[in-house]
């Protein structure tokens, strides 16, 4: 069963779409939101790493953009070790 949805979340036509239309689109946001951090201070790449396969896959999974998602939790919106 696992493998037989796992063959059709991985088809050729959702690869195609996750190369030609998700990635580019996706990257470009996550290399913008780089170039536009402030000089000086330590990026985590593996968090941005993180970033882009959760709203990739998540485009995938559940064919909707995680971006809003994202944005609330980095915010600290969703962080339940939030203060204030």
Do not use: C
């Not at 330590?42 to 993180?50: G, Q, S, Y």
């Not at 990739?56 to 969703?78: E, P």
């Amino acid at each position: 069963m696992q493998r037989k949805a796992g063959l059709q979340f991985l088809s050729n036509a959702n690869l195609k779409v996750l190369t030609d239309v998700a990635l580019p689109k996706y990257l470009d946001d996550s290399i913008r939101s780089l170039e536009g951090s402030k000089d000086g201070l330590a990026v985590d790449l593996e968090d941005k790493f993180h970033e882009l396969t959760t709203i990739l896959f998540g485009f995938l999974a559940f064919n909707v953009s995680l971006i809003l998602l994202s944005n609330r939790t980095h915010d600290g919106a969703n962080d339940p070790n939030a203060t204030g």
